[in-house]
């Protein structure tokens, strides 16, 4: 009788092999963001190896220092030789003095998602560790103590339209490391990461005492709170409330002062971002939270819109002040006016902010409600208000921002 052959332990590396085909297996064509760091190296080499994959490498060269093109073009050598198709993306135009990080980070972003768009590739994978989430909960951690913050860097997000995935979350740089070390590739080690002008780097020295594992798992933790709260908050708005056709929201005050804390800034997050279009950080949305709690009237603007907190019920509206006043035309197949109203009229007229123009059935509205209204207007001052005129070939609707 044969002796039977001892089981094959799976090393961390494997696992994590394992992990990344089990991620990618309804996958057929994604990119690869790759900067030439041991983490995105790693990241490469894994997904080449997976069968019946599509994959392309796209490498960002942000110019910031000298030697950048070197080292894309040292990823593009190490690409050809994994058979992998590779491009590099080029960072033009004036780089900011401050906040160049996320800056950078932003415009990264914006190159690789505008390839995957124009290539027909849907998803996009960044190389992000555990060592990477440990990082960011430890610098969040410093700051606030919302669940929202603390869940870190999630495994999956969109950015301009695209999938962005991040299955190495629960692998350690150690590991990939290791799979590069295995495999004999080498990897690129960039100056900015031993550079402590920059907070992560300082926390990643921190971090060296601390175990990893469980600043993933608070994050992981923060994830399924965030989930909660914001399932909770879609609730709250679907029974709260009332999206009116001119482009305002209202809710009870009580209501709002009924919901928990995360709750009530996820709410106003919604409403701030639909009737005003931005999105302010959420310091001033607990503030703002706060002060509607404390029950006094006022008014208030965040976001580019306009809080008016009366004693039983708050409007939200576009904050006038903020809107384009010169006239636009209106194309023949319409536009999204203000990012508020989808808006279509006859040839030769154009859209303003009604401002001090007034149609007698507006007169019910709150002043800064009835101001941020789209009029339309011809060569020849014909005004046209198409909330309330009702005249062939003139259309509003509000736009999908209002979907709460």
């Known amino acids: 009788m044969l002796a039977a052959e001892a089981p094959h ?15 990618l297996k309804d996958e057929t064509a994604f990119a690869v963001a790759v900067s030439g760091g041991s983490d995105s190296m790693a990241l490469l080499c894994m997904a080449a190896a997976l069968p019946g994959k599509r994959v392309t490498a796209l490498t960002v060269d942000h110019g910031l220092r000298e030697g950048s093109r070197t080292e894309a073009e040292q990823v593009a050598r190490w690409c050809a030789a994994l058979a992998v198709p590779h491009h590099i993306l080029t960072w033009i135009g004036e780089k900011p003095a401050r906040g160049i990080q996320a800056k950078a980070r932003s415009a ?23 060592n990477d989430q440990a990082e960011t909960v430890m610098m969040r951690k410093q700051r606030t103590a919302s669940a929202a913050s603390l869940a870190g860097i999630w495994p999956e997000t969109e950015w301009n339209g695209v999938r962005v995935m991040r299955p190495l979350l629960s692998v350690t740089r150690c590991t990939l490391r290791a799979t590069l070390k295995r495999e ?17 780097v300082r926390i990643r020295r921190q971090l060296r005492s601390i175990d990893i594992a469980a600043l993933g798992r608070e994050a992981e933790a923060a994830r399924v709170q965030t989930l909660a709260d914001r399932s ?60 509607l709690e404390a029950g006094s009237g006022f008014r208030r603007s965040l976001g580019g819109a306009l809080i008016a907190a009366r004693k039983a019920v708050v409007i939200v509206g576009r904050e006038p002040g903020r809107i384009a006043v010169r006239p636009q035309p209106v194309p023949s197949d319409g ?56 005249e062939p070939g003139f259309a509003v609707q509000l736009g999908e921002r209002f979907c709460l």
């Open 108 to 130: 990264r972003y914006d190159l690789m998602t505008a390839w995957c768009r124009s290539n027909g590739v849907p998803l996009l994978l960044t190389a992000h560790t555990l």
């Open 232 to 291: 909770a908050a879609a609730e709250w708005l679907a029974r709260n409330a009332t999206v009116h056709a001119e482009g305002w929201i209202t809710f009870p005050r009580a209501a709002l002062a009924a919901a928990g804390r995360e709750v009530r800034v996820q709410v106003l997050a919604h409403i701030v971002a639909a009737c005003g279009g931005g999105r302010p950080e959420r310091a001033e949305l607990a503030r703002l939270a706060e002060a």
């Open 9 to 23: 332990t799976l090393t961390p590396a494997d696992t994590a092999q394992l992990s990344l085909a089990a991620a």
């Open 184 to 200: 004999g590739h080498g990897w690129l080690d960039d100056p900015s990461n031993e550079n402590e002008r920059f907070e992560r």
């Open 335 to 390: 536009l999204l006016w203000d990012g508020r109203f989808r808006i279509a009229a006859p040839e030769g007229y154009a859209v303003r902010p009604a401002g001090a123009s007034r149609h007698p059935a507006s007169e019910g509205l709150p002043a800064f409600i009835r101001e941020a209204l789209p009029v339309l207007e011809n060569a020849a001052g014909r005004l046209v208000f198409p909330h309330f005129d009702r």
